[in-house]
T-cell receptor
């Protein structure tokens, strides 16, 4: 079992829909990252969280440290949001060099 | 462009070839990383460099040989690879090895071994 589990694995939505992607982890962490990977392969960092909630444009990320759970929300989704969204955690016991990644959620937003 | 540049973007090589992947950043970051992403699998850390010294080698076969000549450049030298080494190879960097300010990733090199 992976230390970082994401759900769903695949998600198809219609343009304008509200989207939620979930991430659960089983280790103590110092930070959680949400990343976006486009079909070409490049990865963009969306959020780094250690508590609470962050918002950037139409994207909102929340984390509940006690429940070891984070969510990424996309409001008013658009076809350009189609990508793989990856959750990654940095553990508190590590030297800081190791991120543990989820398998990613493939999001497709149809016009 | 994220600030981390990888070349080439695509590479096809035979099992007897020798090739190198290049990663370059001018963000002033002191830590650089190589990751491997195989189909339908999470990213796997391969190597970590901090201030040009290798600080982590994640049980990677010796057919992969990293080199960090300075804090802005990172190479991955490839020789006698196997078809199962076909994957997306991603480079990343961070201010320090603690990653407290986050990570910046490159666009990756899509490697196919034939």
């Amino acid at each position: 079992k992976n230390e970082v589990e994401q759900s769903p694995q695949n998600l198809t939505a219609q343009e304008g829909e509200f989207i939620t992607i979930n991430c659960s982890y089983s280790v103590g962490i110092s930070a959680l990252h949400w990343l976006q990977q486009h079909p070409g392969g490049g990865i963009v960092s969306l959020f780094m969280l250690s508590s609470g909630k962050k918002k950037h444009g139409r994207l909102i990320a929340t984390i509940n440290i006690q429940e070891k759970h984070s969510s990424l929300h996309i409001t008013a989704s658009h076809p350009r949001d189609s990508a793989v969204y990856i959750c990654a955690v940095r553990g508190i016991e590590t030297s800081g060099s190791r991120l543990t990644f989820g398998e990613g959620t493939q999001l497709t937003v149809n016009p | 462009e994220t600030g981390v540049t990888q070349t080439p973007r695509h590479l096809v090589m035979g099992m007897t070839n020798k090739k190198s992947l290049k990663c370059e950043q001018h963000l002033g970051h002191n830590a650089m990383y190589w990751y491997k992403q195989s189909a339908k699998k999470p990213l796997e850390l391969m190597f970590v460099y901090s201030l040009e010294e290798r600080v982590e080698n994640n049980s990677v076969p010796s057919r992969f040989s990293p080199e960090c000549p300075n804090s802005s450049h990172l190479f991955l030298h490839l020789h006698t690879l196997q078809p199962e080494d076909s994957a997306l190879y991603l480079c990343a960097s961070s201010h320090t090895i603690k990653g407290s300010y986050g990570y910046t990733f490159g666009s990756g090199t899509r490697l196919t071994v034939v």
